[in-house]
């Protein structure tokens, strides 16, 4: 398949995935702790895909979406705009290490069992290749490398529809259980 069959098929997926989510009811916001804390991880992130879960916001201010989650796995996909550059003319690293961060702590999410949610301590990052706002879609495809009941790893990269390397990152998180907020 070349790179531009891949490209339209990447969108097609976007648009599914996006479409059945809004379907589901899916809308920015902080999932309530009272609807998730008996959700595995990877429960609660197909309930981010089935709209039943909230996404987070930043996925709106950044313009990505999960599109793909297993245990272990998970995949995000954005494309680059004009608002996300710098000064400079560049993709800000930021909107690099948002998508990474994102998918290498929804892979360690898909991973933990309920009652137990993960906050990234550490993320180390390498941009390889300029993106732009005219690169069309990349993905973000993260791994776990190691998930225990305390401390979970990942890393992931970032790449185009024609396999170009974009960035790669790894992470560290600590595990805890949910915090239970006031009511």
């Known amino acids: 398949m070349s790179a531009e069959e891949i490209r339209a098929r990447w969108e097609e997926e976007l648009k599914a995935v996006v479409g059945r989510m809004r379907a589901g009811g899916g809308r920015p916001g902080i999932a309530d702790a009272s609807l998730i804390a008996s959700k595995t991880g ?3 992130l197909q309930g981010l895909l089935s709209g039943e879960v909230p996404y987070a916001p930043i996925a709106d201010t950044f313009g990505f979406a999960l599109i793909e989650i297993a245990a272990g796995r998970a995949v995000f996909q954005g494309t680059p705009q004009f608002a996300h550059y710098n000064p400079n003319g560049t993709v800000h690293g930021g909107w690099y290490a948002t998508l990474l961060d994102s998918a290498v702590g929804c892979a360690v999410q898909s991973t933990l069992p309920a009652g137990r949610v993960y906050v990234t301590v550490e993320l180390g990052m390498n941009i390889v290749r ?3 706002h005219e690169t069309g879609p990349l993905r973000a495809i993260a791994h ?3 998930s225990g009941r305390q401390l979970a790893t990942a890393e992931g990269r970032i ?3 024609d396999e170009r390397l974009y960035a790669t990152a790894t992470t560290t998180c600590i595990v805890s259980e949910i915090a239970r907020r006031p009511a």
């Open 159 to 161: 790449v185009g529809p």
């Open 42 to 44: 990877l429960e609660r």
């Open 144 to 146: 776990v490398v190691h």
């Open 130 to 132: 300029a993106a732009s």
